[in-house]
């Protein structure tokens, strides 16, 4: 099904599952997902900001050109998506630690693309960022903590005011005008 220009209300998408669908200039303000399913949809130039989810998940979908900021991803699954192109600032993905001795599985985005997407002042709080894709990212302010950055890959991001914080960090790929702004960013006066 397609969807063009339609403005959702706060819980009509609530418990639906769509597959292959498109959504194609929507937008969702103040909507609440709650157990909402997507698979293989594509959403292009959607506005996605300040909407609130619980239990809904994302599987093989895209969304070139949408807005999803000032979004806690908490309650979110994404696998296989890719954000190319879209805006997603001052979001939070997370995964909290469980209460309980055994250990909490880490925010699974490894299987997702972030190629030239707006991720400024967005934080990734306990995420496995393993093979990830953040070529021409514009990752300003943006706050990695506890994750595992594990083969992924920088080259072209901006990364000014980037932090990294008890990560993991593993044959990751920052090209050199990358380490120069994450360098100077963090302080750091080099030498010619």
Do not use: W
């Amino acid at each position: 099904m397609v969807y063009k220009d339609t403005v959702f209300s706060e819980d009509e998408l609530d418990g639906q599952h769509h597959i292959d669908d498109q959504f194609l200039q929507c937008s969702f303000p103040g909507a609440k997902l709650k157990f909402t399913t997507f698979r293989k949809c594509r959403f292009v130039g959607c506005d996605f900001s300040s909407m609130t989810c619980d239990g809904t998940n994302f599987t093989g979908c895209s969304f070139p050109e949408s807005k999803l900021s000032d979004l806690n991803l908490f309650h979110v699954g994404f696998t296989d998506c890719d954000f190319s192109g879209a805006v997603l600032r001052n979001c939070v993905f997370q995964r909290l630690p469980t209460a309980n001795r055994s250990p909490a599985k880490k925010f699974d985005l490894s299987s997702c693309t972030f190629e030239e997407t707006d991720l400024s002042k967005t934080v990734f709080f306990y995420c496995d960022l393993s093979g990830v894709n953040f070529r021409r990212a514009i990752l300003e302010g943006t706050v990695f903590d506890k994750c595992l950055v594990k083969k992924t890959d920088f080259t072209g991001a901006m990364m000014d005011g980037v932090r990294f914080a008890e990560c993991k960090i593993e044959k990751t790929v920052l090209d050199l005008s990358g380490f120069i702004s994450y360098g100077r960013s963090a302080g750091f006066d080099l030498e010619p």
